[in-house]
Each structure stands twice: as C-alpha cells, then as structure tokens.
C-alpha cells in the first residue's frame, strides 16, 4: 500500500500518460463536515475494454510487460473501500478512463492525504504533456490549476523551466491556504 493519497493520484495519473490521454483532470474534493475526500482522475485516453475493466481491480493484471502485478489501481480501491468509502472506474475503448475514489476520513484506517501538491506539480513538471486540469475542493470552495491556460500565458517557455515550477508551487500552495482558510469562515 502506498502511505499517502496523493501518491496514488499520482500513479493513476501516471497511468494516463502512458494510455496516450491529451488532458488528464484531477479533483481532490474535501467535505471536512461529511469526513469525506473524493478523488477523481479522468482522461481522454485509449480507454478500456469492458473485460479490462472488469480485470484491472485484480493486483495479478497488468498491461506493463516489465512486471507481472499491477498494484495501483487494487491498492486505491482497497484503501477506500477499508475506510467505508467506495471505488469505481468507467472507461471505454477510445474514450477514456475515470476512476473515483471516496475515503471516510473519520475512519482509522483512511491514510493521509499528503502533499497532493507536490504531487500535481510533479506530473506539470515532468510531462511536457499532456495537458492537466486539477481541480481542489474545500467545503464548497475551489480554485483549478488548467496548464492550458498556462501555455497561453507562458507562450515557448517549458513548465520545467525552474522560474516556471517555483510560481507553479507558490500559486499551488496560496490557492490551498485560502481555500482551506475560507472553509473554516
């Protein structure tokens, strides 16, 4: 199992990528009354056959041909379900994939969120694509990260660039500090 939420975000994500998805949007939203975190990651990727689906909760399955288990999407599920909450993935062969994870989070076993920022700034960083949406949700409050409209603003210029990451960090961790503030107001 992975010790933090956004670590498994970040594998599904990366799942994703290598589906050939052109934008890739994550949600993180936070119901800190209804101890409730849901997450979605949803793509425009290759998709999946209904018999993919149906297999892909199985730690035993995999598409990677350098491993034999694929543990990222059965370890979400698993730490989900643990907590009271529910998992699904919808996908279809051309279309995309979207999976949805709720935790309890008053639950013992629900693991931390961890630094669900580090985590969007590390797929920014580190893929010049696709393009990601992401999207945080406190308590009814938001603000979204859309790297198409950053590329507007930026023009050439790379998000690997390290001008570029540290505003992207600094914009990443204000907007959760406000977002998080308003929602105790």
Excluded: W
Excluded at 162 to 182: C, H, I, M, Q, T
């Amino acid at each position: 199992m992975l010790p933090e939420i956004s670590l498994n975000i970040l594998d599904i994500a990366q799942n994703s990528i290598s589906a050939e998805a052109s934008l890739v949007q994550i949600t993180v939203d936070t119901d800190t009354v209804g101890h409730r975190l849901r997450v979605i990651i949803e793509d425009d990727g290759k998709g999946m056959s209904e018999e993919a689906v149906a297999a892909v909760t199985d730690p035993f399955y995999t598409t990677r041909t350098t491993r034999s288990v694929g543990l990222g999407i059965p370890f979400l599920k698993q730490e989900a379900e643990c907590t009271g909450g529910s998992f699904s993935i919808c996908s279809e062969p051309g279309r995309g994939t979207t999976v949805t994870a709720v935790f309890c989070t008053d639950h013992i076993d629900c693991m931390p969120l961890g630094d669900v920022n580090a985590t969007i700034l590390s797929l920014v960083t580190m893929h010049a694509q696709p393009d990601f949406l992401y999207t945080r949700m406190v308590d009814g409050r938001s603000f979204t990260l859309d790297t198409r409209e950053m590329r507007e603003i930026l023009g050439d210029i790379p998000f690997d660039q390290p001008d570029v990451g540290l505003f992207l960090r600094d914009y990443l961790e204000e907007n959760e500090a406000d977002v998080k503030v308003s929602s105790t107001d």
